[in-house]
C-alpha cells in the first residue's frame, strides 16, 4: 500500500503516457502515476531516473539535425556542468553558452559536434552513435521527437 502524502488513504497506481517537461517532443510511455481518490493528490513516480537520461541523451546524440535549445541545455545538465564549466570544456565564453540556451538560433556545426562529442563520452559503452553518425548532421533545428518506454529495470526507446 501507497498511503497519500496528504492524507493517508490509500493511492491507486497506474500507468500513464506523459510529456517530458525539459523536452518538448519526448513522450514517456507507462509512467507509474499515484492518485490519491480522497484529496486528489497525485505523483507522478519515475524509476531509475539516471538510465532516463542515458536514453535521453543518446537519442539526442545521434539525431541528425542541429542542436535545439531545449537539447543543449539538457545536454549540459547531463554533463553535470555549469554554463561557466562548459564554456571552459568547448573554449568559447560563458556568454556564449548563455546565448546557446536562449536562443533557438543554431550553433556552429563544430559547437554543436562537440557538445554531442562530450555527452556521449559520458554514456555507458555501447550506448553513443557512432563517430560517422556525427559526420552528416543537417543545418535544420529539428527538435527531437521520440517515445520512450518505462521498463520494470529502466528505459528504452520505444519502437
Known amino acids: 500500500m501507497v498511503a497519500c502524502v496528504q492524507c493517508g488513504s490509500e493511492m491507486t497506481i497506474s500507468r500513464e503516457d506523459r510529456a517530458y517537461a525539459d523536452l518538448p517532443g519526448v513522450t514517456l510511455r507507462g509512467v507509474e502515476v499515484r492518485r490519491c481518490p480522497s484529496c486528489g ?7 531509475n531516473l539516471n538510465r532516463l537520461h542515458e536514453v535521453l541523451t543518446a537519442a539526442i546524440v545521434g539525431k541528425r539535425t542541429q542542436l535545439a535549445r531545449q537539447e543543449r541545455h539538457f545536454l ?3 554533463l553535470c556542468w ?6 571552459q570544456h568547448m573554449g568559447v565564453p560563458s556568454e ?12 556552429g556545426p563544430v559547437a554543436d559536434r562537440l ?5 556521449a563520452r559520458r554514456l555507458p559503452h555501447g550506448n553513443a552513435p557512432s563517430d ?6 543537417s543545418e535544420d533545428v529539428t527538435p527531437l521527437h521520440v517515445e520512450v518506454q518505462a ?7 520505444a519502437a
Open 41 to 47: 493528490e497525485y505523483e507522478v513516480v519515475f524509476q
Open 76 to 78: 549540459r545538465n547531463f
Open 82 to 87: 555549469t554554463e561557466e564549466e562548459l564554456a
Open 96 to 107: 556564449t553558452v548563455f546565448a546557446w540556451e536562449s536562443s533557438d538560433a543554431p550553433v
Open 115 to 119: 557538445l554531442r562529442l562530450l555527452a
Open 132 to 137: 560517422e553518425m556525427l559526420t552528416h548532421i
Open 151 to 157: 521498463q520494470r529495470d529502466g528505459w528504452s526507446e
